[in-house]
């Protein structure tokens, strides 16, 4: 949802806006992301750090070996307004990736998924042939072409020290292109097979941004008639990255499947689907973008520092709201979620002595509802002190 927020009504992606208000903030509200993904929200902050140069390095992860899922996880609205606009698909994806991630993995795995939603959306057919030239033409092509974009090539020359980035990015595709060429082969197989064979059963590789978007696809073809088999084989293949690969399953049926929606078991899970009504809005949005005319008027990018400030206005507010300031169905306003209502607040005892987790929850006028936590002390008086 934020990097569709970030997508402007000529369908380019605007990385100002995302990198600058949208991940830093999305740390407000985040359930479950990636280590990656969280360094790098908290180092955008810093007065250096631009979004092409958004450099980190901790004692746990280092943002050049950052090849996780992450990027990819969240490019799905960029492939779908690119489905005629390959060159820009590149070049977007690039930008989305290297913001929170370094290694070719990461970057890499966000074309093969989004090109394979790009594929499905536009095949009422998938033959494998067809489909592996397809991808590999996007993958073949696709640092040349980031390479034109001004601020990527800044990016590149700063990594590709003796040009030993560019040998790693080839090698990579090397690596995707090795795990597809044997993809037929396994499809008669267990899938667990598969996994092994891409190493997403891997301690060290299973959140790999190049093993999780080829699991998935793998899924997709061949459970393509059957498609929940596919998403119940994707959720429940113990050790592997389930939620991540699920999802990038549920993209690629949605993407190629239109009557999957009219199944009951599927309705009922849309029925059930928190935000369902903000989904289609941005599906709505999207769409129009791609085929039609949006009715509003396009935004420009935005200045760091003004983006900093906003987020500052925004953290001075959700600590009166953690202070009892505000109350139950107060309003607030969110720099990218814009107006919404305080809906409830409760205070949960945390396992660590003398502290407390105060959470509210928030509904958005645009549909979206958000849970914000605070981690407080809270010292406890003994009997003997009240008395």
């Known amino acids: ?39 790098a929200a908290r180092n955008i902050l810093k007065r250096k750090s631009q979004w092409f140069s958004n450099f980190y390095r901790t004692n746990r992860v280092k943002y050049e070996n950052a090849g996780a899922n992450g990027a990819a996880m969240r490019n799905l ?3 779908l307004v690119n489905m005629n606009n390959e060159r820009r698909f590149i070049i977007d994806t690039f930008k989305n990736s290297i913001i929170t991630h370094g290694h070719p993995r990461a970057i890499i795995g966000s074309i093969l998924i989004g090109g394979a939603q790009m594929y499905f ?13 397809y991808i590999y033409r996007l993958l073949q092509s696709s640092i040349k072409i980031a390479r034109g974009d001004e ?18 990015y080839e090698n990579t595709i090397k690596e995707a292109q090795y795990f597809m ?14 996994y092994r064979f891409t190493k997403a059963l891997d301690r060290n590789f299973k959140g790999s941004g190049v093993s999780t978007a080829i699991c ?37 049926i949605g993407a190629f499947d239109n009557d999957v929606l009219s ?8 029925f059930s689907l928190q935000d369902k009504n903000y989904f289609k809005d941005i599906g709505k949005f999207l769409w129009e973008i791609t085929f039609g005319s949006p009715d509003f008027i396009e935004e420009g990018t935005i200045d760091k520092t003004e983006a900093f400030l906003k987020i500052m206005a925004w953290e001075i507010g959700l600590h009166e709201m953690f202070w009892d300031a505000l109350e ?43 849970l914000f936590s605070f981690t407080s002390f809270h010292r406890r008086i003994s009997a003997r002190e009240h008395k």
């Open 121 to 133: 959306l536009k095949h009422e057919k998938i033959e494998l042939d067809s489909f592996r030239d």
């Open 216 to 252: 998935a696809i793998y899924l997709a073809l061949k459970y393509i008639e059957t498609p929940e088999n596919a998403l119940f084989r994707a959720a429940n293949m113990v050790g592997s990255d389930t939620d991540t690969i699920a999802s990038f399953v549920g993209s690629l």
């Open 77 to 79: 609205p960029i492939a």
């Open 1 to 39: 949802m934020s990097v569709a927020r970030s997508i402007n009504t000529s369908g380019g992606f605007v990385p100002e806006y995302f990198a600058y208000l949208e991940l830093p903030l999305w740390m407000n509200y985040e359930r479950g992301g990636g280590r990656s993904i969280k360094t």
């Open 263 to 270: 199944s009951r078991r599927v309705r009922h899970l849309i």
């Open 151 to 168: 601020n990527i090539a800044i990016w590149l020359t700063h990594q590709n020290n003796n040009s030993v980035y560019e040998r790693t």
């Open 328 to 370: 139950e169905g107060n309003m607030v306003v969110h720099p990218t979620l814009g107006k919404g209502t305080i809906q409830n607040k409760t205070i949960k005892e945390l396992r660590r002595d003398n502290y407390i987790a105060k959470i509210i929850k928030i509904n958005f006028n645009m549909g979206q509802d958000s």
């Open 181 to 194: 060429d044997h993809m037929e082969k396994y499809l008669p197989k267990e899938d667990e097979q598969y």
